[in-house]
């Protein structure tokens, strides 16, 4: 019953939260902004509000984390042209570790059936096998790669019999270097309009190559599976 209850109210949350979204997208808000893989206009809109652009800066990273519609990598360079490399760090590093924390109890108290749904069987039992053997280190090794680091392990992180604690001290020292990373050269770029626009051009280059290649690789795996049926 009390399952029930949470999932109701978690149901109620996101579809509030999606009607949200889809008002501020279609009246060119924050998220319309955001989604346009274009930092400028985010940066001037988060920089008149003051305080509440900070609260809602954090509240971005936090629905990045949770439900991963957002690009985080304009985000944490929006935040570091506003509020600086290391405050503007500090902030999404505090976002990630709401979000995170909010994706690990939303695993564990609807429990294994909804993961199974969310996550693929083979991501799921390697990081049942690697959790197993190094606990919270586990996470840590996951989320400090920028390859294997990715907002499903919060899931996985709440599925297992892992402890918070060590979850959350995992993620956020594993989240940490990237991070500040980012909204570092945010502040650096933003101080040259030339650099900043170069900095962005490449990153989205970047961005766009990879999505290109990864899309690649399935399908050639997804041949090779077919092949070996033959």
């Not at 900070?54 to 990273?61: I, P, Q, S, T």
């Not at 990598?73 to 490399?85: P, R, W």
């Not at 001290?169 to 650099?195: E, K, N, R, V």
């Amino acid at each position: 019953m009390r399952k029930r209850t949470f999932g109701i109210l978690l149901l109620a949350v996101f579809v509030l939260s999606g009607l949200g979204i889809l008002f501020s997208y279609f009246h060119q808000g924050i998220f319309y902004q955001l989604l346009q893989n274009d930092p400028a206009p985010l940066i001037a809109s988060l920089k008149s509000m003051g305080i509440i652009g900070a609260l809602l800066f954090v509240f971005l990273v936090v629905l990045e984390n949770v439900v991963a519609p957002l690009p985080p990598f304009i985000l944490y360079v929006a935040g570091g042209a506003i509020y600086g490399g290391i405050f503007g760090g500090l902030l999404a590093l505090l976002g990630n570790a709401l979000g995170s924390a909010i994706a690990f109890f939303i695993a564990r108290k609807l429990g294994r059936e909804w993961v199974e749904r969310k996550v693929p069987e083979k991501v799921r039992k390697r990081f049942d096998r690697f959790s197993s053997k190094y606990g919270g280190f586990a996470i840590f090794l996951l989320r400090v790669n920028p390859v294997t680091s990715t907002d499903l392990f919060s899931y996985l992180g709440g599925f297992t019999k892992m402890s918070f604690k060590s979850f959350i001290i995992g993620t956020t020292l594993g989240l940490a270097p990237s991070i500040i990373l980012q909204t570092y050269l945010g502040d650096f770029f933003s101080s040259s309009p030339i650099l900043f626009n170069l900095f962005i051009v490449v990153g989205v280059f970047y961005i766009v190559l990879f999505a290109f290649l990864f899309f690649l690789y399935k399908i050639k795996k997804k041949k090779d599976i077919e092949m070996s049926f033959k």
